[in-house]
T-cell receptor, first 110, second 112 residues
Framework: EDQVTQSPEALRLQEGESSSLNCSYT??????LFWYRQDPGKGPEFLFT???AGEEKEKERLKATLTKKESFLHITAPKPEDSATYLC???????????FGAGTQVVVTP | SQTIHQWPATLVQPVGSPLSLECTVE??????LYWYRQAAGRGLQLLFY??????ISSEVPQNLSASRPQDRQFILSSKKLLLSDSGFYLC???????????FGQGTRLTVV
């Protein structure tokens, strides 16, 4: 059965304190791994797509990497505006269906 | 550019009442459309997806149904709401192939 597990559940960082979020997955035939950012009461905002092991994507202070079993979202020198829940998802089957992890809630304090 | 509209933003409905949530997409043709539900502190669960007009697939048995009357319109419905239907409902669209999904702003449904 396809599974996506994110850790930690919550992360509290000081501004400027870099850290990494983990997304481990078990899926038969990865067709894409996706990272989203979700603010309270809002829909998820797309960040990155990764398709194959060794691939990396960057956007401002965020960098996503992918191995055969897991993905990491690195947050470098975070700012308070990076506070959000970060969701990881894998595409399962056809038609773009996504299976999501439970998310990591990140709080960055000044 | 593509945009997705979802309404209403919040809804409070009594148990046993009907439900209709609407989602429309602009700026693209023949999108794949999805309804997800997010329970508090949990990940998103796929409820329905559609690859074309009138084509609906259900992922989990439940008290809800979906319809796609037009290419870029997706509707989530219920004839009689249950307390357990409360949650945050999200509509999303994607293009063909292995592409990312883009989400609407969601509807917070509270069944009382």
């Amino acid at each position: 059965e396809d599974q996506v597990t994110q850790s930690p559940e919550a992360l509290r960082l000081q501004e400027g304190e870099s850290s990494s979020l983990n997304c481990s997955y078990t899926v038969s035939g990865l067709r894409g791994l996706f990272w989203y950012r979700q603010d309270p009461g809002k829909g998820p905002e797309f960040l990155f797509t990764l398709y194959s092991a060794g691939e990396e994507k960057e956007k401002e202070r965020l960098k996503a990497t992918l191995t055969k079993k897991e993905s990491f979202l690195h947050i470098t020198a975070p700012k308070p505006e990076d506070s959000a829940t970060y969701l990881c998802a894998v595409q399962v089957g056809s038609w773009g269906k996504l299976q999501f992890g439970a998310g990591t809630q990140v709080v960055v304090t000044p | 550019s593509q945009t997705i509209h979802q309404w209403p933003a919040t809804l409070v409905q009594p148990v046993g009442s009907p439900l209709s949530l609407e989602c429309t997409v602009e700026g693209t043709s023949n999108p794949n459309l999805y309804w997800y539900r997010q329970a508090a502190g949990r990940g998103l669960q796929l409820l329905f997806y559609s690859v074309g007009i009138g084509q609906i697939s259900s992922e989990v048995p439940q008290n809800l149904s979906a319809s796609r009357p037009q290419d870029r319109q997706f509707i989530l419905s219920s004839k009689k709401l249950l307390l357990s239907d409360s949650g945050f409902y999200l509509c999303a669209w994607s293009g063909d192939g292995n592409t990312e999904a883009f989400f609407g702003q969601g509807t917070r449904l509270t069944v009382v």
